[in-house]
């Protein structure tokens, strides 16, 4: 089976802190992409990366990196972080091949104070 | 642009109810289709896929069946159980250039009650 670790359940954070959200795959998967989830609006993407080294924004990049060195991890970053970016975060990863679904971390959910 | 809409929730049923969550996509091409499910706590589970006209995806008594003509991929089951309480999410997938692009319905909370 596919496992997707995502580093932390649940984080605590302050406003300004960088933080980093860490993202691991175990099947060897092209694909790796960071999601949040909040009530009311869904899944949004906000980075995704079809090879190690290569990054995409998606829908709503902003205050937000990534970082993919390693074709395993995929890590996500707040610069600064902020109250609005208190959200439950879930990275996924997946074959290159658009028949292919997506395998899902548990998610972190983090809070910004 | 491509879409996917699926019927808002929240569905409530009772135990041994047939379920169906509908799912209507927009989107030229020849997309596949996914079912998604997320239980309290968890991140999203793949529960079914279909990546051709008239394929069925089928799973734990879950099944769709992917509708071209109609532009539909409905989610139905018989009979649910309580454990099937959850957020089923419809999605498809598609060539972009030179990627693939995803996109994901805003999800159908379904309660079950015994």
């Known amino acids: 089976d596919v496992k997707v670790t995502q580093s932390s359940r649940y984080l605590v954070k302050r406003t300004g802190e960088k933080v980093f959200l860490e993202c691991v795959q175990d099947m060897d998967h092209e694909n790796m992409f960071w999601y949040r989830q909040d009530p009311g609006l869904g899944l949004r993407l906000i980075y995704f990366?079809?090879?190690?080294?290569?990054?995409e924004k998606g829908d709503i990049p902003e205050g937000y990196s990534v970082s993919r060195e390693k074709k395993e991890r995929f890590s996500l970053i707040l610069e600064s972080a902020s109250t609005n970016q208190t959200s439950m975060y879930l990275c996924?990863?997946?074959?290159?091949?658009?028949?292919?679904?997506?395998?899902f971390g548990n998610g972190t959910r983090l809070t910004v104070t | 642009g491509d879409s996917v809409t699926q019927m808002e929730g929240p569905v409530t049923l009772s135990e041994e109810a047939c379920l169906t969550i509908n799912c209507t996509y927009t989107a030229t091409g020849y997309p596949s289709l996914f079912w998604y499910v997320q239980y309290p706590g968890e991140g999203l589970q793949l529960l079914l896929k279909?990546?051709?006209?008239?394929d069925k995806g089928s799973n734990k008594g879950f099944e769709a069946t992917y509708r071209k003509e109609t532009t539909s991929f409905h989610l139905e089951k018989g009979s649910v159980q309580v454990s099937d309480s959850a957020v089923y999410f419809c999605a498809l997938r598609k060539k972009l250039g030179g990627y693939n692009k995803l996109i994901f319905g805003a999800g159908t909370r379904l309660a079950v009650h015994p």
């Open positions: 279909a990546t051709k006209a008239d």
């Open positions: 996924a990863s997946s074959l290159q091949a658009e028949n292919s679904p997506l395998h």
């Open positions: 990366s079809y090879d190690v080294k290569m990054k």
